[in-house]
């Protein structure tokens, strides 16, 4: 460590690193790996797959893991012998000019890749962990016969054995919100190891529309901005929709998004009597995002428990209002004063809220200050980057001390 600059070995940065394609988890590695470089810290930067536009500065490298094993089980033993014998050439390397300070994963942190580290006499940050989805966030599912929820319960329990395992050898736990204590396991065991720290965003990039950009001639516009899993709300909004369209007969509503549900999607908005009034994008851009949330006038996310949502932020620094659903993650980014959130799966609940929204100026004002408000305290990447560099000081400090106490004497 030279002064407070750090030299960071992030072992897995994410399934797919990228900064401009639509990967929620990539985008969110990019961005803390970015603005750590930013601050002038060095990071060595593993990830199984990337794909990343333009140059990079000379403070971060990357170095693409490609494992041979088919299997899920020997892909993840194949990737941690080469994180860990990659961490062990870049501590070789760099022993005199810069030695490896801090290991952090970031997300996911569910597959036991940091025990790799076991060992290493290094502080090992896991985070930030959001988190998971509810059982029930597909519906249809058909029930299992006997032996398959043997099988389900056998993995359960190796599970929560790996995450006992990582969470004792991690020196810090990073979270998104109070709900991912809820992937933690026994997390009253690892208090002294909890760090809430959200996920960042861009609040220059994503920012308020100017006066001259409120409103538009064509009515007011619901944005629905995500893939088109069913567990997203889709069809709840679109039954929704039916309603609100009714009520404010110049609503509009932007569907950006793609796969999943696809078909079916695009079968209820031909068979809709409103159908003119719904368009489709299909998968935007990245650039397009920024001007998507400006042009919106509410934005909406009824999903059935989502994690951590990258859509919520950037709504939230758009100064836009959202309506979303009381679960998961999303329900304690947005304040209370900055949308309406309503059961998963309640179509009327979720019309209503609409309809209140959409059909008051002054509210949709009020909400949008207290959003971007929200986004710029606690959000904004500056501040996150703020918080996460406490925590590096602080293991340093703490792993300082302990080299320097003296060793127990023999008589």
């Known amino acids: 460590m030279t002064g407070n600059k750090f030299s960071i070995f992030v072992p897995h940065a994410s399934d797919f690193l990228t900064n401009h394609r639509s990967h929620g988890d990539g985008l969110t590695a990019f961005g803390f790996i970015s603005r750590l470089?930013?601050?002038?810290h060095m990071l060595h930067v593993a990830a199984p797959e990337m794909d990343i536009k333009g140059d990079l500065p000379a403070n971060i490298r990357l170095y693409p893991i490609k494992t041979l094993a088919k299997s899920m089980i020997l892909h993840r033993l194949e990737y941690m012998l080469r994180s860990r014998l990659l961490l062990n050439r870049l501590r070789r390397a760099g022993q005199d000019d810069s030695p490896i300070d801090v290991i952090h994963q970031l997300n996911p942190v569910n597959k036991g890749l940091s025990l790799a580290m076991l060992g290493s006499g290094l502080p090992v940050v896991l985070g930030v962990i959001v988190p998971g989805w509810p059982q029930d966030a597909e519906e249809g599912s058909v029930k299992q016969p006997i032996?398959?929820?043997?099988?389900?319960?056998?993995?359960?329990?190796?599970?929560?054995?790996?995450?006992?395992?990582?969470?004792?050898?991690?020196s810090a736990l990073l979270i998104a919100t109070p709900a991912a204590r809820g992937d933690l396991h026994r997390a009253e065991r690892v208090e002294h190891k909890i760090v809430q720290l959200p996920l960042g965003v861009d609040t220059a990039?994503?920012?308020?529309?100017?006066?001259?950009?409120?409103?538009?001639?064509?009515?007011?516009?619901?944005?629905?901005?995500?893939?088109?899993?069913?567990?997203?709300?889709?069809?709840?909004?679109?039954?929704?929709?039916?309603?609100?369209?009714?009520?404010?007969?110049?609503?509009r509503l932007t569907i950006a998004g793609g796969g999943g549900e696809l078909e079916e999607v695009e079968r209820r908005i031909a068979a809709s009597p409103y159908r003119d009034r719904i368009r489709m994008?299909?998968?935007?851009?990245?650039?397009?995002?920024?001007?998507?949330?400006?042009?919106?006038?509410?934005?909406?996310?009824?999903?059935?428990?989502?994690?951590?949502?990258?859509?919520?932020?950037?709504?939230?620094?758009?100064?836009?209002?959202?309506?979303?659903?009381?679960?998961g993650g999303i329900k304690e980014m947005i304040p209370d004063g900055g949308g309406r959130k309503v059961p998963p799966r309640d179509a009327n609940a979720l019309a209503e809220a609409l309809i209140e929204v959409l059909g008051s100026p002054e509210l949709q004002t009020e909400m949008g200050r207290c959003n971007r408000r929200k986004a710029e305290q606690f959000f904004a990447w500056d501040r996150v980057i703020d918080r996460l560099?406490?925590?590096?000081?602080?293991?340093?400090?703490?792993?300082?001390?302990?080299?320097?106490?003296?060793?127990?004497?023999?008589?």
């Open 37 to 40: 470089a930013a601050r002038g």
């Open 147 to 170: 032996w398959k929820q043997l099988i389900e319960g056998l993995k359960m329990w190796c599970k929560r054995r790996l995450l006992t395992l990582q969470q004792w050898q991690a």
């Open 205 to 251: 990039r994503f920012h308020p529309a100017e006066d001259s950009e409120e409103g538009t001639a064509d009515g007011p516009n619901i944005l629905f901005l995500a893939n088109l899993w069913r567990r997203k709300g889709i069809f709840t909004l679109l039954d929704a929709f039916a309603q609100v369209a009714e009520e404010i007969p110049t609503c």
């Open 281 to 327: 994008l299909g998968p935007v851009e990245r650039d397009r995002t920024p001007e998507l949330m400006r042009n919106c006038t509410v934005y909406c996310l009824p999903a059935y428990g989502e994690p951590f949502a990258n859509s919520v932020l950037e709504a939230l620094a758009s100064g836009r209002p959202i309506v979303a659903t009381n679960a």
């Open 389 to 411: 560099e406490a925590v590096y000081g602080q293991l340093m400090a703490t792993q300082h001390q302990q080299q320097e106490a003296p060793s127990p004497q023999t008589y």
